[in-house]
């Protein structure tokens, strides 16, 4: 049985070609491992900025940020992921790949760190890094990783 998502997608972005709730829903869902409640919030650099700043003392745009509450109720993850638009196209285009890929690229790998995953060290990058692939994999997107 798939896994409970309650789910809130929040646009605070005037960029365009944002990616639909109903895909940012389907990316989420394929990601999930556990019942969660997730707000996914599309925004602006300068709303990245701020939440890195404030949240994690780094002074940068980050392309994602994720913000785990842990359980919020029994069994229940809860949890924030930040999208930041402005680096996401960027980020697409100096790679050479469709937006939407990345978008979709950037859910999954926010909605990993809410379960507990993580790239601090090689061992656990690549097995993110795997579970990532895995996930794109069934949407037709090609591994994030390889070019």
């Given at each position: 049985?798939?896994?409970?998502?309650?789910?809130?997608?929040?646009?605070?972005?005037?960029?365009?070609?944002?990616?639909?709730?109903?895909?940012?829903?389907?990316?989420?869902?394929?990601?999930?491992?556990?019942?969660?409640?997730?707000?996914?919030?599309?925004?602006?650099?300068?709303?990245?900025?701020?939440?890195?700043?404030?949240?994690?003392?780094?002074?940068?745009?980050?392309?994602?940020?994720?913000?785990?509450?842990?359980e919020i109720a029994p069994a229940l993850?809860?949890?924030?992921?930040?999208?930041?638009?402005?680096v996401v196209e960027r980020e697409a285009?100096?790679?050479?790949?469709?937006?939407?890929?990345?978008?979709?690229?950037?859910?999954?790998?926010?909605?990993?760190?809410l379960q507990g995953y993580d790239h601090?060290?090689?061992?656990?990058?690549?097995?993110?890094?795997?579970?990532?692939?895995?996930?794109?994999?069934?949407?037709?997107?090609?591994?994030?990783?390889?070019?």
């Amino acid at each position: 049985m798939a896994p409970e998502l309650r789910l809130a997608v929040q646009f605070a972005s005037g960029a365009d070609d944002l990616p639909s709730r109903a895909q940012i829903r389907r990316w989420v869902a394929a990601a999930l491992e556990h019942d969660a409640e997730i707000t996914v919030r599309i925004v602006d650099a300068d709303e990245a900025q701020a939440l890195n700043r404030a949240y994690r003392d780094k002074d940068y745009v980050p392309n994602v940020l994720t913000f785990e509450y842990g359980e919020i109720a029994p069994a229940l993850l809860g949890g924030d992921v930040v999208i930041c638009a402005p680096v996401v196209e960027r980020e697409a285009r100096e790679q050479g790949k469709p937006l939407g890929h990345h978008y979709a690229h950037m859910t999954v790998h926010g909605v990993l760190h809410l379960q507990g995953y993580d790239h601090v060290d090689a061992a656990d990058a690549e097995r993110m890094e795997t579970r990532e692939a895995a996930i794109l994999k069934r949407f037709h997107i090609p591994h994030p990783y390889h070019s």
